[in-house]
């Protein structure tokens, strides 16, 4: 009889017994073929779950160790493994165990139903760690009577560390300059300019108020598509008055019939760091977003620039995302963030919300750098053809 025909022999021998409820027995044989076949991740599981049943959890835990060496993506056996070290007394161990089985788990359509309890339990004694871990690490540090940019950025570490927060890159949508970080919303001491800013946001108010009064109709779709351009995320809003802007600076001009209105918004705005490119920087606007209205997730065009909002109407139910940080605008209070990075904005309101749209210099360039890169933008445009006001900097 061959080596094959042996295992064959023995394996099911070893189904026969552990039926009959001969968990011993079971495990012997299974032993005998996984020593022919050592490369069989399914001896090495059934005759872990053998162990496991005969209360050798070492046993079990040994044997598994043998089946991940034939399959290390095994889900089936690092979810075993896990459970094991979760018997044996080693939470940790086995919450990190956890994480690294739920990164093979199968989609939840696709998890057979025998896997889906302890699956569940997967993920609750993993995330269970990951919270303990975040406190460990916080504790460990002192983190918590910590303040300002260090605080902060020491928080998305333990964050990222612990799993709380995703790691979310730049990804812009063409300009894509080397060396840039990945801040979702700049820290404050970064930008004197901004106080200034806040200071002006009750004229600026009341300017958008004379906006709305007088000259509603220079409101247009921020969402301007022609036709034959794949839409895909941008479809529900493109043309659409749901979302709309009332540009102060386009495409690196100022559209006069606008500015004439809000001479206190301009100057305030004159004061801020913006990029100067042909066809394209500097730009503001007032941007308002409808009642019950969402701006999908996207990707800003370069992350040579950043964007600034300074909020003027905001009615309750209003929100934004940059990546991992959700934050509500107030009104008078501005911030800056990395458009390349991930971003989505909402309304869930029965109102219009409305703030002021300006893009900014990263503080990260400097002044060599800045012209040089508006060279290169400026050239690029002119010998593509591009129309004048292209999608910002």
């Not at 044997?63 to 889900?75: F, H, T």
């Not at 949508?173 to 009750?202: H, K, S």
């Not at 905001?314 to 990075?341: H, L, M, Q, S, Y």
Request: charged residues 25%; contains cysteine; aromatic residues 6%.
């Amino acid at each position: 009889m061959g080596k094959a025909e042996d295992i064959a022999q023995l394996s099911a021998a070893a189904d026969r017994a552990a039926a009959a409820g001969r968990i011993g027995e079971a495990a012997g044989l299974l032993a005998r073929a996984a020593a022919l076949d050592p490369k069989s991740l399914a001896l090495w599981i059934n005759l872990a779950a053998c162990r496991r049943g005969l209360g050798d959890l070492a046993g079990a835990l040994e044997a598994v160790e043998q089946g991940l060496a034939v399959d290390p993506r095994s889900y089936v056996g690092l979810l075993m493994k896990a459970s094991l070290m979760e018997r044996l007394g080693a939470p940790h161990q086995a919450g990190a165990a956890y994480g690294v089985a739920l990164t093979q788990a199968p989609p939840p359509g696709e998890l057979p139903p025998q896997l889906r309890s302890p699956t569940a339990h997967a993920r609750e004694v993993h995330a269970r760690y990951e919270a303990d871990l975040a406190v460990a690490l916080t504790e460990s540090v002192g983190a918590s009577s910590h303040s300002g940019p260090a605080a902060r950025r020491l928080d998305a570490f333990i964050g990222r560390l612990t799993g709380a927060r995703r790691v979310f890159h730049q990804q812009p949508a063409q300009f894509d300059y080397p060396g840039m970080p990945a801040i979702e919303f700049y820290d404050r001491e970064e930008f004197a300019c901004l106080e200034a800013l806040e200071a002006a946001t009750p004229d600026i108010i009341a300017e958008l108020q004379g906006v709305f009064d007088d000259d509603e109709a220079g409101l247009e779709p921020y969402v301007n598509y022609p036709p034959g351009v794949p839409l895909d995320q941008w479809a529900e809003l493109n043309r659409s008055p749901r979302w709309s802007g009332y540009h102060l600076l386009q495409g690196g001009e100022p559209v006069e019939a606008h500015t004439r209105r809000c001479p206190k918004t301009m100057a305030a705005i004159a004061e801020l760091p913006q990029p100067r490119v042909v066809r394209r920087s500097p730009a503001a606007m007032f941007s308002v977003l409808q009642p019950k209205t969402r701006i999908p997730p996207h990707h800003g065009v370069a992350n040579t620039r950043l964007v600034l909002h300074l909020p003027l109407i905001v009615p309750d139910g209003c929100g934004f995302r940059v990546g991992n940080e959700t934050r509500e605008w107030k009104v008078g209070e501005a911030w800056v963030f990395d458009d390349t990075i991930e971003h989505e904005a909402w309304n869930d309101s029965d109102k219009p919300r409305t703030i002021l749209i300006c893009d900014m210099w990263s503080p990260r360039l400097s002044d060599e750098e800045r012209a040089l890169i508006a060279r290169v933008m400026a050239a690029m445009d002119e010998f593509s053809g591009a129309p004048i006001g292209g999608d910002g900097l």
